[in-house]
């Protein structure tokens, strides 16, 4: 049997996995060091004591074990112009930077998923009055960087917690499909007594459309014959958002 590569078990965040052809570069002299320091800014300090693309690069170091991550995550800022837009682009848009890899990327979007959990999990079970700007904060990590419509239920209970944030639909670049029986019977099998709807724009302007009005008032027709409310649709730009609610448009 012919004797497996070194490189072929080069351990990282993922496991001992094949790596990427583009990873197999030596680790580049010096590299230690430089990491520890990084690493002794970032515990001592936080997160704030790292530039965006050290930020990228220390994330880069548990993908790429081996690899100079310094240019890649110099690159990704180039593209991207911060930390948050690099995790948030799709895997396609992400190929496009050389030398990532498919392990590169895999570190960035786990980075990325994390964040959104971190967010949901300070939201749901809470108060919705009480947590308004924390949801706020939530659908635009989600949501505003998008890019295609993307629509999303929050299901509220008696006690006016969150008890559910739910995907129901993903469109096009500017549709999206949303069916309010679905929405409703979501709703009673959570036995929820309120619902906030929520999508965003990818074109990044959050005006509401004469669609987005219309469908409001539909899932708002829907909900009242059950005694659910509707207590808001929030749409979603390009760090901004509209609260149809507070526009008085239902």
């Keep these: 049997m012919a004797k497996q590569s ?44 790292l530039a965006d693309h050290e930020l990228l690069e220390m994330l880069l170091f548990l993908g790429l074990p081996r690899r100079d991550t310094k240019p890649i995550a110099r690159a990704l800022v180039r593209r991207f112009r911060s930390f948050a837009n690099a995790i948030a682009a799709t895997p396609q848009e992400l190929r496009e930077i050389e030398g990532l890899g498919e392990s590169g990327i895999a570190a960035l979007k786990t980075a990325q998923a994390a964040a959104i959990r971190l967010i949901r999990a300070e939201v749901l079970d809470q108060p919705i009055l009480a947590t308004w700007d924390r949801i706020i904060d939530y659908l635009i990590a989600v949501m505003a960087r998008e890019k295609v419509e993307h629509f999303r239920v929050l299901y509220v209970d008696t006690k006016n917690r969150l008890i559910a944030d739910e995907a129901q639909s993903r469109g096009t670049v500017n549709v999206t499909s949303v069916y309010p029986r679905e929405i409703m019977r979501r709703a009673l099998e959570l036995n929820a ?58």
């Excluded at 990044?204 to 469908?215: E, F, H, L, V």
């Excluded at 708002?220 to 979603?236: G, V």
């Design 6 to 49: 070194q490189l072929a078990d080069e351990p990282g965040l993922f496991g001992s996995v094949p790596l990427d052809n583009n990873e197999t570069s030596p680790a580049v002299p010096g590299a230690e060091g430089h990491r520890a320091r990084m690493r002794d800014r970032l515990l001592r300090a936080g997160h704030e004591a």
């Design 193 to 250: 007594s309120a619902v906030i709807l929520a999508h965003n724009h990818p074109s990044g302007n959050p005006a509401p459309s004469r669609q987005d009005i219309d469908m409001t008032h539909a899932i708002q027709a829907a909900a009242a014959p059950l005694s659910i409310r509707l207590h808001d649709h929030i749409i979603i730009g390009n760090g901004q958002w509209v609260s149809l609610r507070k526009e008085g448009l239902f």
